[in-house]
């Protein structure tokens, strides 16, 4: 099992896909980003890797705090989109800061609910809690971040041969500014404006594996709070 431990030095990452060419999608879209982004990707039996460099003109002025999960909205950031069903209408997110503290959940497109987040393209819905791994490194000249999602964590159709769609994007604090893999356009559906990710097989599927943050179940002991029980 290769460690996730933010270096992409192991042999597999030399032979990863590489996506390139970001664009800024926020706040201006459509031109070139400022900084050069590099997702390599790859995949063993029984996960999906995702190897982030991140180049900055400003490394010093990176922000990344050891944040709560799902609370890295005010660091930079890689966004993770999985549209595994590659219907355009909902995908995984899969997201970390510069170090690695990890955000997840679902993005719908037209699905507008109470309690989730909205923008002008559908909802992001941050409850969901998947099992995934991350680390990530600053350096000299931005951070590296490196991912391993278990596709144990993921529901997708077992045609062989099934596409997925998959976007990146990262954001930079200071300046405001989200890039993009693809050349994404913030007057159209977001996630109807991915890639293509094809040629997975031969992977373990597992039990999907999902952590709501909603607990039922019964035990002996007192309440003492509404969060808390004494054990007898």
Sequence with gaps: LLAVDG??????????ARLTGFSEYRPVDGRPASDETEVRVWYSASALYFGVIAHDAEPGAIRATNADRDNIDRDDSIRIFLDTFNDRR???IFGVNPLGVQEDGVQTEGSFNAGRMFGMNGSVDLSPDYLFESKGVLTPQGYVV????????LRYPTTPGAKW??????KTQRTGREDTWTDARRVASFLAQSGTMAGIGDVERGVVTEVQPFVTGAANGTRVSATEFSRP
């Design 7 to 16: 270096k992409l030095d192991e042999p597999a990452w030399q032979r990863a």
């Design 90 to 92: 909902r995908a995984f």
């Design 146 to 153: 490196e991912i391993r999602i278990p596709f144990k964590s």
């Design 165 to 170: 769609g998959l976007n990146v994007l990262r």
